[in-house]
């Protein structure tokens, strides 16, 4: 339980500017430590082998011919790892079920996906460990597949795993199914609503599983000793989840292993589970080295993320002046091979923007024969609210009325219940509105083949578990140490926090991020929670400390410690016979030893009180009528922000959750081939935009502070990725006068709506 | 005396038709004891999947959270993120 502490009585002297960042010169330098980068004495090589079958039964795995190759040290198969049935959920990340983890990390009786890890070996060379895999003996009875999400759903379909059984339903069906969990959220009576509407639009809309796309791959170093102790460095977002599950999937107490954080090169979800960490855990307690895995960018594809493709039904009814009263809408999400699809997210952000009185969402989550998805910024909601901020385009279209006026009409606002259940409070979506209609880009003329598109985008944040310790050194400055890997600027915003408590210049403060064994747990930097969560930890122990310095001051002069004050940095007597008189933290630092020791803090909590975000974008396009090419000529993005702690961290999240938002809508997509292999794993074949695919991309903050962060921050890292699908494809539509409800709006697809004119 | 409501399908098969409830629980943790008492296994299903709202403020794992007299409590499943 964490309760909100007094905002600074003072103006705020480091919160809001823009300093360097700590962790810029390293990563410009190529001196930062990412997961590839660690080499020990004795390391060993480990490779994984993957199914080449989307859908087939394991028979045998022989591994003595690699096992008796000279520089082989260690091959493990799904044999060699516990039996894990516990159901225990895997937290909110992901979903899904540890079993459900252990069985993905290693295929046991089933390889589920192509690219799905079969067997794995560790040897003295990269080349000695191929040539290993090349010798193990693979028995496989290839099984039917279904990747399709409507196809897997189908009552004659290849069924998965045959002790599934849709959850979610009223009665347990008697008949197994891939339908994992079916979802459904409802309020009013739909049918009166559609009754009274003088306007009804229905489309279905389709959406492909898209990569996270994080530009370094999975990669860890992994030695588990003789006596039992194991040691992690590893690129994750979270070094206790990958503590935690490694723990789980090998049957190992939580205490035996060390997990050090590497700097991490993007996770955007993707890295909120484990892949290679237990299995090089495994080969290194046979091998008794230390052992180095490194996926391959076809691995990353084939056997890591992505997130879910999915088909939609939306139905939308409205009043002559805007108003939605009734919304209909179906959702059916891919999870790849196992459970946690991000569709339960989804059913809940769908309608989050607007006050509707009468609506059902239902959803399905899928499984398939496809790589198990994992968390993608707003997991599920960027895919809903491309069907409904394009079905509320359609519906603004149909009535005549401006996109930003029938956004107004029905956004949700203080007080108003949101359609996943409680009431907002302090949320800043009209404000954000506002100010993309106001944006100067506005005033932009289209000219020939380019529009202009609109779309909403809403999400949680949330707060959670987190521990932060601040440490003053003796020469007064400070050291930042907290349990969340900076993937997106939270060191930044830790040092200036704390350094905004302290009343220190920002670089007289160092950010680290600990490791498993030097500070408290932390849950994984997600959710947009860090921040948020972190930073209320970071500022509670600076407070601590503030509180410490004054008593020790108090001590000094040998008067009442209400007589001292914390003002810039020092302690200043207010009264008394020392009035006036000020001691710096540095002076108090250096004389800690005769005040009571170290000076020093550390604080464990449970932040509750993340504020919802709200996002307006506004994308302008020009589309080429003769190859389907479509140029984003200018890309305006408002966010309630809460309180920007670093300006540009923002706006650097705002900017990369639109660049990942417009790959999605122009260009991302899994393709197979019809044997459900995976025909695009490269970056040359899965197309992401890269710089000069994108304009500047303008950013417009919004500041509604949320009153339970003491600074009044809230989450900003993952809602501008949920309105650019459909921003750009309303501005497509606007270009060339067609909706198009497939993405991606690749070039053939773009051609074909308009040669279908 | 709270009034509560169960959003999703994550729990509902426990509590048969009904979606809210009306609580004695001055916490969190009193209000899913209840709950377990009426519909077994609700407790536990919301204990481990839910987050619970309050007066519009989402808390996740906070079951000494208090209710105040009258509080909106919102059951809705558990949050992540990317």
Same mark, same amino acid.
């Given at each position: 339980?964490?309760?909100?502490?007094?905002?600074?009585?003072?103006?705020?002297?480091?919160?809001?500017?823009?300093?360097?960042?700590?962790?810029?010169?390293?990563?410009?330098?190529?001196?930062?430590?990412?997961?590839?980068?660690?080499?020990?004495?004795?390391?060993?090589?480990?490779?994984?082998?993957?199914?080449?079958?989307?859908?087939?039964?394991?028979?045998?795995?022989?591994?003595?011919?690699?096992?008796?190759?000279?520089?082989?040290?260690?091959?493990?198969?799904?044999?060699?790892?516990?039996?894990?049935?516990?159901?225990?959920?895997?937290?909110?990340?992901?979903?899904?079920?540890?079993?459900?983890?252990?069985?993905?990390?290693?295929?046991?009786?089933?390889?589920?996906?192509?690219?799905?890890?079969?067997?794995?070996?560790?040897?003295?060379?990269?080349?000695?460990?191929?040539?290993?895999?090349?010798?193990?003996?693979?028995?496989?009875?290839?099984?039917?597949?279904?990747?399709?999400?409507?196809?897997?759903?189908?009552?004659?379909?290849?069924?998965?795993?045959?002790?599934?059984?849709?959850?979610?339903?009223?009665?347990?069906?008697?008949?197994?199914?891939?339908?994992?969990?079916?979802?459904?959220?409802?309020?009013?009576?739909?049918?009166?609503?559609?009754?009274?509407?003088?306007?009804?639009?229905?489309?279905?809309?389709?959406?492909?599983?898209?990569?996270?796309?994080?530009?370094?791959?999975?990669?860890?170093?992994?030695?588990?000793?003789?006596?039992?102790?194991?040691?992690?460095?590893?690129?994750?977002?979270?070094?206790?989840?990958?503590?935690?599950?490694?723990?789980?999937?090998?049957?190992?107490?939580?205490?035996?292993?060390?997990?050090?954080?590497?700097?991490?090169?993007?996770?955007?979800?993707?890295?909120?589970?484990?892949?290679?960490?237990?299995?090089?855990?495994?080969?290194?307690?046979?091998?008794?080295?230390?052992?180095?895995?490194?996926?391959?960018?076809?691995?990353?594809?084939?056997?890591?993320?992505?997130?879910?493709?999915?088909?939609?039904?939306?139905?939308?009814?409205?009043t002559k002046d805007g108003k939605i009263v009734a919304a209909d809408v179906v959702l059916k999400f891919q999870a790849g091979a196992f459970p946690g699809s991000p569709v339960g997210a989804a059913v809940m952000t769908t309608l989050a923007c607007y006050d509707i009185p009468n609506f059902r969402i239902v959803g399905y989550d899928v499984v398939g024969n496809s790589p198990k998805v994992a968390a993608y910024r707003a997991p599920g909601a960027p895919i809903a609210a491309f069907a409904v901020e394009s079905a509320v385009d359609e519906l603004a279209d149909k009535?005549?009325?401006?996109?930003?006026?029938?956004?107004?009409?029905?956004?949700?606002?203080?007080?108003?219940?949101?359609?996943?259940?409680?009431?907002?409070?302090?949320?800043?979506?009209?404000?954000?509105?506002?100010?993309?209609?106001?944006?100067?880009?506005?005033?932009?003329?289209?000219?020939?083949?380019?529009?202009?598109?609109?779309?909403?985008?809403?999400?949680?944040?949330?707060?959670?578990?987190?521990?932060?310790?601040?440490?003053?050194?003796?020469?007064?400055?400070?050291?930042?140490?907290?349990?969340?890997?900076?993937?997106?600027?939270?060191?930044?915003?830790?040092?200036?926090?704390?350094?905004?408590?302290?009343?220190?210049?920002?670089?007289?403060?160092?950010?680290?991020?600990?490791?498993?064994?030097?500070?408290?747990?932390?849950?994984?930097?997600?959710?947009?929670r860090t921040t948020f969560a972190t930073g209320m930890a970071v500022t509670q122990a600076a407070q601590k400390i503030v509180e410490d310095l004054k008593r020790r001051a108090a001590q000094t002069w040998d008067v009442p410690v209400e007589q001292v004050e914390w003002m810039d940095g020092s302690a200043v007597c207010i009264d008394g016979a020392k009035r006036g008189q000020a001691l710096s933290l540095a002076d108090l630092a250096a004389k800690s030893g005769n005040t009571g020791g170290p000076i020093g803090a550390q604080v464990s909590l449970n932040a509750q009180g993340a504020g919802p975000g709200f996002g307006v974008h506004v994308c302008d396009v020009e589309v080429d009528p003769e190859t389907g090419h479509v140029t984003v000529l200018r890309y305006t993005a408002a966010q309630d922000v809460g309180k920007a702690i670093h300006p540009s961290y923002v706006e650097g999240q705002i900017q990369g959750g639109v660049a990942q938002g417009v790959g999605w809508a122009l260009n991302e997509e899994y393709i197979f081939d019809s044997a459900g292999r995976m025909e695009n794993s490269g970056f040359l074949d899965y197309r992401m935009p890269v710089a000069s695919d994108l304009p500047m991309i303008d950013t417009a903050m919004v500041e509604v502070p949320n009153p339970r962060h003491p600074f009044g921050a809230k989450g900003v890292g993952e809602v501008p990725i949920v309105p650019p699908l459909a921003a750009v494809a309303n501005a497509v539509r606007d270009a060339i006068g067609k909706r198009i409800t497939t993405l991606p709006l690749s070039p053939p697809r773009i051609r074909a709506a308009i040669d279908a004119k | 005396m709270p009034h509560v409501v169960l959003m999703g399908s994550d729990c509902a098969a426990f509590a048969g038709e009904t979606r809210a409830f009306d @609580?004695?629980?001055?916490?969190?943790?009193?209000?899913? *004891?209840?709950? &377990? =008492?009426?519909?077994? %296994?609700?407790?536990?299903?919301?204990?481990?999947?839910?987050? @619970?709202?309050?007066?519009?403020?989402?808390?996740?794992? *906070?079951?000494? &959270? =208090?209710?105040?007299? %009258?509080?909106?409590?919102?059951?809705i499943p558990k949050i992540g993120g990317g």
């Open positions: 339980m964490t309760d909100t502490l007094e905002r600074p009585a003072n103006a705020l002297n480091v919160v809001g500017t823009r300093p360097v960042r700590p962790d810029g010169a390293d990563k410009v330098t190529g001196r930062a430590t990412y997961g590839a980068d660690l080499t020990m004495a004795g390391m060993l090589t480990g490779r994984i082998l993957r199914s080449p079958h989307p859908h087939a039964r394991i028979v045998s795995i022989d591994t003595r011919k690699a096992k008796a190759l000279a520089g082989v040290k260690a091959v493990v198969t799904g044999a060699d790892f516990p039996s894990v049935d516990s159901d225990e959920a895997m937290g909110g990340e992901g979903g899904g079920s540890i079993r459900d983890l252990a069985r993905n990390v290693i295929a046991r009786d089933k390889a589920l996906y192509d690219g799905h890890a079969v067997a794995a070996v560790a040897a003295t060379s990269p080349e000695i460990a191929e040539e290993a895999l090349s010798l193990i003996s693979v028995k496989y009875e290839v099984l039917p597949h279904v990747i399709d999400v409507e196809a897997a759903m189908a009552p004659d379909a290849p069924v998965l795993h045959a002790d599934m059984f849709t959850a979610g339903l009223p009665t347990k069906p008697d008949k197994a199914s891939n339908i994992a969990q079916a979802h459904e959220s409802k309020r009013g009576d739909i049918a009166a609503g559609f009754a009274s509407a003088d306007v009804i639009v229905e489309d279905r809309y389709v959406t492909a599983a898209t990569h996270q796309g994080y530009i370094e791959p999975h990669a860890c170093v992994a030695s588990l000793s003789a006596d039992g102790q194991g040691m992690v460095w590893c690129s994750s977002q979270g070094q206790f989840m990958v503590r935690t599950y490694c723990a789980k999937v090998l049957g190992m107490e939580a205490s035996d292993i060390r997990v050090i954080p590497a700097e991490i090169g993007g996770g955007f979800g993707g890295k909120t589970t484990v892949y290679l960490e237990p299995i090089a855990l495994a080969l290194s307690r046979i091998a008794g080295a230390p052992v180095k895995m490194v996926m391959t960018r076809d691995e990353v594809f084939r056997a890591s993320g992505p997130t879910s493709g999915s088909v939609m039904e939306v139905k939308l009814g409205a009535l005549g009325l401006d996109p930003f006026k029938i956004r107004e009409v029905n956004a949700v606002r203080d007080g108003v219940q949101a359609s996943y259940g409680p009431t907002y409070r302090n949320i800043g979506y009209v404000e954000t509105l506002e100010a993309a209609r106001k944006h100067p880009n506005l005033l932009a003329k289209l000219g020939p083949n380019q529009g202009r598109g609109v779309a909403a985008g809403f999400w949680f944040n949330i707060g959670g578990e987190s521990t932060a310790s601040v440490n003053i050194n003796d020469d007064g400055t400070a050291v930042v140490a907290s349990g969340n890997p900076d993937i997106g600027g939270s060191r930044a915003s830790m040092a200036m926090m704390a350094a905004e408590v302290l009343g220190l210049p920002v670089e007289k403060v160092r950010p680290i991020v600990a490791d498993t064994a030097s500070i408290g747990y932390s849950m994984l930097t997600g959710g947009s | @609580v004695e629980g001055a916490t969190v943790r009193r209000m899913i *004891a209840e709950l &377990e =008492a009426r519909y077994p %296994g609700l407790g536990d299903c919301i204990e481990r999947r839910m987050s @619970v709202a309050i007066d519009g403020e989402i808390h996740q794992d *906070a079951l000494g &959270e =208090a209710l105040p007299e %009258g509080a909106e409590v919102v059951l």
